[in-house]
């Protein structure tokens, strides 16, 4: 079975120190028409209790671009500044929706993006060049992974280290896998990133305690610059570089390994977390951070999307860690230090983690079978 979904691919480029500049004055105008839509609309509705329109919005634009005082919206291209108000406009609908906070203020430090549609570039397939407007020309892009569809849009991308990026989107149908009969239950952990109901246990590796000792000598040593220096904007240049390290090591980890279980498995059940209100734990939130179990789950949502498996999600309050896989009995206290227990019961003994990714699985397939609110039949003797 065929699904179309919208897939963007990212690759590295290098821009020449001229393109550097262009872009540039492009981050900053779009940053710009951003911060400024946001006010106008903000102001509106708490001062005036008038709603703006996005076409008001569009307007506003082309009013402020004929103003001399911000004639410097005039040399970049309309076509990035009219995608900034799009995508604040997309902001708010999911902040009405409930599917968002409400938005926020763009900021120079932070990851700067750009978004030119079909109209306003060139793209040829058959050699791979990709041609942008105002002067931009031609860019040198590292081809990673092949690209053979042409995009409907292409957003160009700065980080805090100063690597630039280029991401295709477009419409691509996607078949589903072959079916498989095994299903798998997956405990979140710190120790261990994800432990099956296999009996399995995927390590955690813990990246940003492996570079961490580092990252304090380079912190250090940016806060012993004089602010405004270059020298202080080399150190930052280091630091940021090492936690660009940081994430893409655990992205690539973390993509290897959803990828696997979502090839071997059908079913998938894990237990939804509020991963925000945990990192309220001052003792915790770094670790769990380090973990990502937030990105963990995201990839695991859309690649069973993709490709026809099936994600069992259970509330987070059930009792997976104090439950006995064997004859259903609860304990009415288990502490966290307490890796192992003895059913009083029926004397099994259980591996915590493991005993919890046995009742995730039952209570997902319960779940599956019956619809919520329903526990394993064990559970209810």
């Known amino acids: 079975m065929l699904r179309m ?24 105008c779009c940053r710009f028409v951003y911060n400024k839509a946001l006010r106008l609309r903000t102001d509106s509705w708490y001062k005036e209790n008038v709603r703006i329109k996005p076409k008001d919005v569009s307007f506003q634009l082309t009013k ?35 599917q968002g906070n409400y938005p926020t203020f763009k900021k120079r430090r932070g990851i700067q993006s750009a978004t030119f549609t079909r109209n306003a570039l060139k793209f040829d397939l058959k050699n791979k060049e990709l041609t942008l407007p105002k002067e931009i020309g031609k860019l040198k892009i590292r081809w990673s992974r092949p690209l ?35 299903k798998i239950g997956l405990d979140l952990g710190i120790k261990d990133l994800i432990i099956t109901s296999d009996e399995e246990k995927i390590t ?45 090591s655990r992205k690539d980890h973390l993509h290897k390994m959803t990828t696997k279980l979502v090839n071997e498995n059908q079913v998938i059940a894990i237990e939804s977390l509020e991963v925000s209100r945990m990192l309220k734990n001052k003792r915790l939130a770094k670790h769990i951070s380090d973990s990502s179990w937030y990105e963990l789950k995201r ?6 999307d993709w490709y026809g498996r099936t994600l069992v999600e259970i509330k987070q309050y059930y009792p997976s860690s104090k439950r006995c896989n064997n004859c259903g009995y609860i304990l009415s206290y288990l502490d966290l230090k307490q890796r192992s227990w003895i ?14 990714a046995k009742n995730i699985k039952e209570a997902g397939l319960a779940l599956l079978a019956c619809g919520d609110g329903v526990r394993p039949k064990l559970l209810m003797q």
């Open 64 to 98: 402020w671009k004929k103003e001399v005082e911000f004639s410097f919206l005039t040399a970049v291209s309309c076509v990035p500044l009219q995608q900034s108000l799009r995508h604040l406009d997309s902001a708010f609908n999911r902040f009405f929706k409930k």
């Open 299 to 304: 990839m695991l949502k859309y690649k069973c």
């Open 5 to 28: 979904k919208r897939l963007s691919f990212k690759y590295h480029f290098y821009p020449s120190e001229a393109q550097k500049d262009i872009f540039n004055k492009t981050f900053g």
């Open 204 to 248: 955690n590796n813990k990246y940003l305690k492996t570079h961490e000792k580092r990252l304090k000598v380079l912190q250090k040593e940016l806060s012993r610059k004089v602010k405004g220096s270059n020298n202080r904007n080399k150190a930052r240049l280091k630091v940021a570089k090492k936690h660009a390290k940081i994430t893409d």
């Open 343 to 356: 059913c009083p019961d029926c004397n099994q003994i259980h591996d915590r983690d493991i005993n919890a």
């Open 148 to 182: 053979n569809h042409h995009p409907s849009t292409v957003t160009i991308s700065k980080d805090c280290s100063d690597r630039y990026f280029v991401s295709f989107s477009f419409e691509k149908a996607i078949i589903e896998k072959e079916k498989v009969a095994k």
